[in-house]
């Protein structure tokens, strides 16, 4: 219902915005397996500009002349995005009213704000933190509680939330679940049904779904019955299953397939989250990972996977063990399947072990985009903002396009570049010129404002 309101409204908008209707379930159908076939749905949805007498859109912003990556099109083009309020009120070729506040974006590229669905910073954004390391890289979101790890109570912590920098949103984490209900050990009926009352209880309050670290003590004692028996939960209330699979090492082939068996059982999305072939032994693993992704796919399952821009975990940083090798790394990263999340953790003050936590997106932009052009600058925006927005069920960002919440990035492709190493982690990246979270200046001329503009995100 809520989908086709918004669309109607979308086109509605599109007349004043002189640009091609725009249709937000494109957000949804993009990630399709046939990327020929998504362009070409596009292209035949753009219409020449009507518009007799053309009348100036009124805005409080307005980006001029820049490289437009709108996470949908295959392609960037120039133009303008006009900005009213929280949301982007035009994008393409128009006048605008003289009270917009004019910012020049010749030579920038202008992006949705990015999404990061794998983080561990929930207690840093508790603190009414500024994100401004988040924000450097063009991050507009961060979804917290994952691994299992998060929050006793969702409703609690997101109503405690005054103001952060960042959008910011919660998994429910099987760990919180199994700590207050079973413990260590096998669970019994009663204790099931005590986790899928609070998971339901969760969901309902806004969370994403169920988020577990199966790897992890007590986590490693949920059998593959007791997963599908929490999954059905999502399958009734809404959301998706974020999977830490049980063994990254040597067993990470059984790991992803349960994981697929357990989305295939309980009917549910799976998220494989920081995928990876840990230990040296292991490594050349990823084309077997990645084709148990796509056969899942092909079998009808939603499953998509995530990985960071790092060969090392946070594991290895006492040392110079790498977790993964630069071969396997990469061949995730390029996969239709595969999007881009950090993993990230910050404490209270702001501050991180891992150089991921700092410079996770620019690192991909600079190494990935511009040095080694494994992707194009249209592909890692789809799969740092369109995709985990499509996976988070946010049908208002991820995207450029006329209604949308202003969340976006304005950088210049030659110059973004992390700055966080392992030896230095807490380095703030450059290049990131301007960034809206929605619709206020959250970064301006390469600096952070220190505007608290985020929302508190809730599942719909
Ligand atoms: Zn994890």
């Known amino acids: 219902m809520k989908h086709i309101g918004r669309r109607a409204f979308l086109i509605g908008a599109a007349g004043l915005s002189l640009v091609g209707i725009l249709k937000p379930q494109l957000v949804a159908d993009w990630v399709s397996k046939q990327p020929e076939a998504v362009q070409e749905e596009q292209e035949e949805q753009v219409e020449p500009a009507v518009a007799p ?30 900005i009213k309020g929280q949301e ?51 991050v507009t979101t961060h979804i917290g509680g994952n691994c299992g790890t998060s929050v006793s109570s969702i409703e609690e912590h997101l109503s405690g ?12 984490g099987y760990k919180v679940l199994r700590n207050k209900f079973v413990g260590e050990g096998k669970t019994t009926n009663a204790q099931l049904e005590a986790m899928q009352e609070r998971l339901a209880q969760g969901l309902r309050e806004g969370a994403f779904g169920l988020s577990v670290g199966l790897q992890y003590w007590p986590q490693h004692y949920a059998t593959t019955e007791e997963m599908i028996a929490l999954c059905q939960v999502l399958k009734d209330v809404g959301g998706f299953y974020s999977t ?36 040296k032994a292991n490594w050349g693993k990823m084309p077997k990972v990645l084709e148990l992704i796509e056969g899942a796919a092909e079998s009808g399952l939603d499953i998509t996977g995530d990985v960071y821009g790092y060969t090392f975990s946070s594991l290895d940083l006492d040392s110079d063990r790498e977790s993964i090798n630069e071969d396997d790394l990469r061949l995730a990263l390029g996969h239709p ?22 410079g996770n997106y620019s690192r991909i932009l600079r190494r990935y985009v511009r040095e080694e052009k494994l992707l194009t600058w249209e592909t890692a925006v789809k799969k740092m903002a369109a995709m985990p927005a499509r996976r988070l069920g946010l049908h208002d960002r991820g995207i450029l396009a006329p209604g949308m919440k202003a969340d976006i ?48 995100l809730r599942r719909v």
């Open 409 to 456: 990035a304005v950088f210049d492709g030659n110059s973004i570049t992390d700055c966080s190493t392992r030896s230095q982690p807490n380095i703030l990246s450059q290049g990131m010129q301007y960034v809206f979270v929605n619709g206020q200046l959250a970064v301006k001329e390469g600096e952070p404002t220190g505007t608290l503009a985020g929302q508190v």
């Open 161 to 172: 939330i005054e103001a952060t920098g960042v959008n910011v949103g919660l998994f429910v």
């Open 244 to 279: 830490h699979i049980r063994n990254e090492e040597n067993q990470v082939l059984p790991s992803v397939e349960e994981a697929i068996e357990i989305g295939l059982a309980a009917g549910v999305p799976v998220q494989y989250c920081h995928i990876k072939t840990a230990q």
């Open 53 to 82: 007498e053309p009348k100036p859109v009124d805005c409080d912003y307005i980006l001029t002349n820049g490289t437009i990556v709108d996470g949908m099109s295959n392609k960037a083009f120039q133009g303008n995005v006009a």
């Open 337 to 358: 399947l595969v999007m881009v999340a950090s993993d990230c953790w910050l404490d209270k003050n702001g501050k991180s072990a891992h150089p991921r936590t700092y």
């Open 88 to 138: 982007i009120a035009a994008i393409g070729d128009f006048t605008w009213t003289p009270r917009a506040k004019v910012i020049d974006a010749t030579g920038l590229l202008v992006t949705p704000g990015f999404i990061d669905l794998h983080t561990h910073t929930e207690n840093y954004h508790r603190q009414n933190g500024q994100a401004e390391m988040i924000l450097m890289q063009g």
